[in-house]
Every structure is written in structure tokens, then in C-alpha cells.
């Protein structure tokens, strides 16, 4: 019922393009997070402070799976249409 509007204000390649951009985030993050924990064994970084981002990041983390769980299920109802999946195949989307 609602595909036609959904696929005609392209909702579809916006999910796409948010998907990608919190996966790359969510990785610049984690590097961030490993980079801190580096410097918190050599005593270079006050343990607190890696306490305070550890829990950020799990906020964060948890706030981008339900935000991606539903961009994919969004991208999965769409999919329902054979050309909306092929065009998903030719943007790597599997």
C-alpha cells in the first residue's frame, strides 16, 4: 500500500546512504575508543575519563543497531518489488 510512496520519495536510498554513513561512524568511533584505551595503559590517560567514553560509545552503539534495524527492515519490505531488488544488487546491497 505504501511502497509506491515510499519508493517515489525515495526513502529507499536515503536508508542506503544512512546506513553507510553511521557504519563509518560507528568505526571512527570504535578507533577512537581503542586509540583511548591505548594511551589508558600507559598511564597517559586518566582512567575515569575511558570509564565515561566506554559509556558513551555503548549509547551510541545501542541508539545506531535500532536505528540501522530499521533502516534494513525498511530495505527489506522494499525489496518485495523484483526491480527495486535488482536495484539494490547493483549498489552491492545483499
Request: hydrophobic fraction near 35%; charged fraction near 35%; charge should be positive.
Amino acid at each position: 500500500m505504501f511502497h509506491p510512496v515510499v519508493v517515489q520519495n525515495q526513502v529507499g536510498d536515503v536508508c542506503i546512504k544512512t546506513i553507510e554513513f553511521y557504519v563509518k561512524r560507528l568505526q571512527t568511533r570504535k578507533k577512537d575508543m581503542d586509540k583511548s584505551e591505548k594511551k589508558a595503559a600507559k598511564g597517559e590517560v586518566n582512567e575515569a575519563d575511558i570509564d565515561k567514553e566506554r559509556i558513551l560509545y555503548t549509547k551510541f552503539s545501542r541508539k545506531t543497531e535500532k536505528l540501522l534495524s530499521f533502516c534494513f527492515s525498511l530495505l527489506y519490505n522494499l525489496a518485495e518489488d523484483l526491480n527495486i531488488e535488482r536495484k539494490m544488487v547493483k549498489r552491492k546491497i545483499v
